[in-house]
Antibody, heavy 119, light 105 residues
Framework: QVQLVESGGGVVQPGRSLRLSCAAS????????MHWVRQAPGKGLEWVTF????????YYADSVQGRFTISRDNSKSTLYLQMNSLRPEDTAVYYC????????????WGQGTLVTVSS | YELTQPLSVSVALGQTARITCGGN??????VHWYQQKPGQAPFLVIY???NRPSGIPERFSGSNSGNTATLTISRAQAGDEADYYC?????????FGGGTKVTVL
C-alpha cells in the first residue's frame, strides 16, 4: 500500500534553514507528481508547493516563493523540501502528499512532521 | 481565487449533513474534498466533484454547479465527526476552503 513518511522537522530559529524529506513506498514514485501541504496549529490546510513526476515543473504558494525549494530523487523514491529564511509563521505540520492522476488533488498523505520556528 | 465554507455544521445521528463550498463559477472547476480528524492527517473522500476513492462509503457524495459545490453525508454516524475541506486548482495554485467542523448530535 502507499506509504509516505516525512522526517526532518524540529525546532529552528527564525532566519535559519531546515530540510524536510518524504520517503515513499508502495508505488512507483517516479510516475507521480507530489506536493507539500502544511497546517499551522489550530488552523486549516495550506498548500505549499508542487513538483511534477520528472521534477521539471514546480509551483509555489506566494507565501513561500523564493524561500522554499521542492525537489525529488526518483532513484531514492524521496521528496524534499528545502526551507530557508524561516519565519515564525512557517510553524506548522508539514505533510507530503501524492498527486491524484495529474489533476492537482491529494490522493494519499503522509502523517506529517512538525516544524516550529521560534527563538 | 477564494473558497468559502461554513465554519460548522451540525447533524443529528442518522440524518443528512450538507457542507457547502462557495467560489466564483466553481461549477467549472474540479472540486475535491478531504476529511480530517483531530491529530490525524487528512484523507480524500471525494475527488473530481463526485467520485469516491475506494473504501469511502456511498454515504459520502458530492455535487458541483454554478457557484457552489456540496459534500453530502447521508445517514451520519458518530465517526463522521471531523473537519472537512474543499479544494480546487486555479492559476497554478492549490486553493483550500477554510474548513467546516461537522458535529454529529
Amino acid at each position: 500500500q502507499v506509504q509516505l513518511v516525512e522526517s526532518g522537522g524540529g525546532v529552528v530559529q527564525p532566519g535559519r534553514s531546515l530540510r524536510l524529506s518524504c520517503a515513499a513506498s508502495g508505488f512507483t514514485f517516479s510516475r507521480y507528481a507530489m506536493h507539500w501541504v502544511r497546517q499551522a496549529p489550530g488552523k486549516g490546510l495550506e498548500w505549499v508547493t508542487f513538483i511534477s513526476y520528472d521534477g521539471n515543473n514546480k509551483y509555489y504558494a506566494d507565501s513561500v516563493q523564493g524561500r522554499f525549494t521542492i525537489s525529488r530523487d526518483n532513484s531514492k523514491s524521496t521528496l524534499y523540501l528545502q526551507m530557508n529564511s524561516l519565519r515564525p509563521e512557517d510553524t506548522a505540520v508539514y505533510y507530503c502528499a501524492r498527486d491524484g492522476a495529474g489533476e492537482y488533488y491529494f490522493e494519499s498523505w503522509g502523517q506529517g512532521t512538525l516544524v516550529t520556528v521560534s527563538s | 481565487y477564494e473558497l468559502t465554507q461554513p465554519l460548522s455544521v451540525s447533524v443529528a445521528l442518522g440524518q443528512t449533513a450538507r457542507i457547502t463550498c462557495g467560489g466564483n463559477s466553481i461549477g467549472g472547476k474540479n472540486v475535491h474534498w478531504y476529511q480530517q480528524k483531530p491529530g490525524q492527517a487528512p484523507f480524500l473522500v471525494i475527488y473530481r466533484d463526485r467520485n469516491r476513492p475506494s473504501g469511502i462509503p456511498e454515504r459520502f457524495s458530492g455535487s458541483n454547479s454554478g457557484n457552489t459545490a456540496t459534500l453530502t453525508i447521508s445517514r451520519a454516524q458518530a465517526g463522521d465527526e471531523a473537519d472537512y475541506y474543499c479544494q480546487v486548482w486555479d492559476s497554478s495554485t492549490v486553493v483550500f476552503g477554510g474548513g467546516t467542523k461537522v458535529t454529529v448530535l
